[in-house]
């Protein structure tokens, strides 16, 4: 699959088989966020792969109560390392490059998956101070995000773009200046 296909398959998945992924598999996906560019080639990151069915659990509550978390046989924690981020984003000296940089890293793996025949679900909605503690997370460190990934409890949930759920380009796209 390429990338294009792959962006157009990828899909928020709610629903997950048991089923674990093959190790080969496994780390092939995840290999893609360390991959990913940062700024500065700054690299400040760690990802928690979750795989213990009891901690996998336990994070449901401090997710909002996304039950489909639990599903996964992985869930990926991405954590921004905040004293090696690089700063200046916008020509602003203490914006922290971290989000973006954690979202590419992610949005590889959410794209490496689909290839794979993996689904994943960005989560966001979360209380970082409880996954903290949960996790042993220093306070130092920033939970970016957290996405399942597994295969999907059935075919259709990773399928082709709905095209009319999507703004047209004129809507999105601005030639020279902002219109």
């Keep these: 699959m390429d990338v294009f296909e792959a962006i157009?398959?990828?899909?928020?998945?709610?629903?997950?088989?048991?089923?674990?992924?093959?190790e080969p598999v496994?780390?092939?996906?995840?290999?893609?966020?360390?991959q990913a560019p940062s700024a500065a080639n700054r690299q400040p990151w760690k990802f928690l792969?979750?795989?213990?069915?009891?901690?996998r659990e336990s994070l449901v509550t401090q997710c909002g109560g996304q039950k489909f978390l639990k599903q996964a046989p992985v869930i990926v924690v991405a954590c921004g390392l905040k004293d090696q981020a690089w700063k200046g984003v916008g020509g602003h000296p203490?914006?922290?490059a971290i989000d973006i940089d954690l979202s590419i890293a992610i949005d590889h793996l959410t794209l490496a998956a689909v290839a794979?025949?993996?689904?994943?679900?960005?989560?966001?909605?979360f209380k970082e101070?409880?996954?903290?503690?949960?996790?042993?997370?220093?306070?130092?460190?920033?939970?970016?995000?957290?996405?399942p990934l597994g295969y999907p409890a059935s075919k259709d949930l990773i399928h082709p773009l709905n095209e009319d759920a999507r703004k047209t380009s004129s809507e999105l796209f601005c030639e020279d200046s902002y219109s």
């Design 8 to 22: 157009n398959k990828r899909r928020s998945v709610r629903s997950y088989k048991a089923d674990p992924i093959p």
């Design 129 to 147: 101070t409880c996954l903290k503690n949960l996790l042993k997370i220093p306070d130092t460190v920033k939970i970016v995000a957290l996405t």
């Design 94 to 96: 203490e914006a922290s």
């Design 26 to 34: 496994l780390s092939k996906v995840l290999d893609v966020m360390r």
């Design 116 to 125: 794979e025949g993996l689904g994943t679900c960005w989560i966001c909605a």
């Design 49 to 55: 792969i979750l795989k213990d069915q009891a901690i």
